[in-house]
């Protein structure tokens, strides 16, 4: 199959640590964005969400404390049932 080259534009931070991760990972950029390319295509999609929905700080401690009860269940309170629960929150006010 014939090759053809594709130029590609970003800012020279992104490229340094970009290249950074590919050598670290084994690839070259090249390679990478071939994988990328080729994934686009047989997907027929990104291969990846693409959201500007970033998490606020309020938000990304909670999704932190989130991940640690499921880490270490032993350090929180838990509950068989709503109802339980809804009993021990009355309780406490």
């Given at each position: 199959?014939?090759?053809?080259?594709?130029?590609?534009?970003?800012?020279?931070?992104?490229?340094?640590?970009?290249?950074?991760?590919?050598?670290?990972?084994?690839?070259?950029?090249?390679?990478?964005?071939?994988?990328?390319?080729?994934?686009?295509?047989?997907?027929?999609?990104?291969?990846?969400?693409?959201?500007?929905e970033v998490p606020?700080?309020?938000?990304?401690?909670?999704?932190?404390?989130?991940?640690?009860?499921?880490?270490?269940p032993e350090?929180?309170?838990?509950?068989?049932?709503?109802?339980?629960?809804?009993?021990?929150?009355?309780?406490?006010?």
């Amino acid at each position: 199959m014939a090759q053809t080259n594709v130029n590609i534009r970003m800012d020279e931070a992104t490229k340094v640590a970009f290249d950074q991760f590919c050598r670290e990972i084994g690839l070259s950029a090249s390679a990478a964005f071939n994988i990328f390319a080729k994934t686009v295509v047989r997907e027929q999609r990104i291969p990846f969400a693409l959201t500007t929905e970033v998490p606020n700080e309020e938000t990304k401690r909670a999704m932190e404390e989130a991940r640690d009860m499921q880490r270490h269940p032993e350090k929180y309170k838990s509950y068989s049932s709503a109802e339980e629960m809804l009993e021990d929150i009355l309780h406490e006010a």
